[in-house]
Each structure stands twice: as C-alpha cells, then as structure tokens.
C-alpha cells in the first residue's frame, strides 16, 4: 500500500489559500490573501496580497517553512 501526496495543481492552491487566508497583520490588523491567475499550474502566478511588506514576508516565510 503506498501513500498518495497531495500535489495536484487545486490541492495546492488550496494548501495556500487556506494557510494564508487564516493569517493577520499583526500591524494593521489586516488579512492576507491569494490571488491566483491562469487555468494550468505550470502556468499560473500566485501572488500573496498584503497589506505591508513586513507582513508579506512574514505570510511568505511560514508558507516555506511551516513549523
């Protein structure tokens, strides 16, 4: 029996959208989102929306490293 990952191009979009969505500025007090654009993965742009640079690094660096 093998494990399947999730990787597919929704899965992934959704992973993001929900792990960023759930974020706030602790600034301006202001959620994150994401804006995708384009139908196929390989082709699609996501761009995380913030209100500040500090917080779109801050949204940017848990999406890397999540622990």
Same mark, same amino acid.
């Given at each position: 029996?093998? %494990?399947r990952? =999730? @990787?597919?191009? +929704?899965?992934?979009?959704? /992973?993001? @959208?929900?792990?960023?969505s759930?974020?706030?500025?602790?600034?301006?007090? $202001? /959620? %994150?989102?994401v =804006?995708?654009?384009g139908?196929?993965?390989d %082709?699609? =742009?996501?761009?995380?929306? @913030?209100?500040? +640079?500090?917080? $779109?690094q801050?949204?940017?660096?848990?999406?890397?490293?999540? %622990?």
């Open positions: 029996m093998s %494990a990952l =999730d @990787t597919t191009p +929704e899965q992934i979009r959704r /992973n993001y @959208t929900t792990t960023v759930q974020m706030r500025c602790p600034y301006h007090h $202001k /959620n %994150a989102w =804006d995708v654009e139908e196929e993965f %082709a699609s =742009d996501i761009d995380i929306v @913030t209100c500040c +640079e500090e917080f $779109k801050r949204v940017r660096q848990s999406l890397v490293d999540p %622990a």
